[in-house]
């Protein structure tokens, strides 16, 4: 069987920076819509670069910070590894065909995931939606990790906290575990 674990919401705890921009800065998510609904899309597919598209917005937002020190702190904000989830990830690798970290994330962040967290010590695949130049829930996605897989979607398990996610991969007859909470 090959696995495919969403990374925010089951592989880390998600919401730290969300949290601090609202409790240390007064910035509400609907501050920052215009950015994450808009250019951030852009950065997930990885048709432009995170650091361009935010540098106009931070000013806006008021933060004390650079663009450098702001998505630093966000990236090691975001970075709380959900305990439970990679002792599953220990007990399931020895029989697993592959473990695959499958993401909508843009192209910095993959890195800091893959580099500096270190899923690469865990994980022998990543499906970063913007190297696939495609993301969940879309079909492309899921149809490219089958193919680079080379295995039946019946032979792959998607372990993700969408409903969106997983209804589709249940529609193109992968296995799948909707992430609710580490119990």
């Known amino acids: 069987m090959h696995y495919v674990f969403d990374v925010d919401g089951v592989l880390l705890k998600p919401w730290s920076w969300r949290d601090f921009l609202i409790l240390e800065h007064g910035l509400l998510p609907e501050h920052t819509r215009d950015f ?18 935010l540098e106009p917005f931070l000013p806006g937002w008021g933060m004390p910070y650079s663009v450098r ?7 090691e ?13 220990q007990e399931i690798a020895p029989r697993a065909e592959s473990l695959s970290i499958g993401t909508n994330q843009e192209v910095h962040r993959s890195v800091y995931l893959w580099e500096t967290l270190g899923f690469k010590k865990f994980f022998q695949r990543a499906f970063i939606s913007s190297e696939m130049g495609s993301k969940k829930p879309g079909r492309l996605f899921f149809e490219k990790v089958v193919e680079a897989l080379g295995a039946a979607p019946g032979e792959i398990v998607l372990i993700d906290d969408s409903r969106e996610n997983v209804a589709t991969a249940e529609d193109m ?7 609710e909470d580490e119990a």
Do not use: H, P
């Not at 904000?77 to 990830?89: A, G, K, N, Q, Y």
């Not at 007859?173 to 992430?179: A, E």
């Open 69 to 75: 020190e702001f998505v630093d702190l966000w990236f």
């Open 36 to 53: 994450f609904q808009g250019r951030f899309q852009d950065c997930i597919l990885g048709k432009a670069d995170l650091y361009e598209e």
């Open 77 to 89: 904000m975001d970075s709380e590894v959900i305990d439970s989830t990679f002792r599953l990830i």
């Open 173 to 179: 007859g992968w296995r799948t575990v909707l992430y």
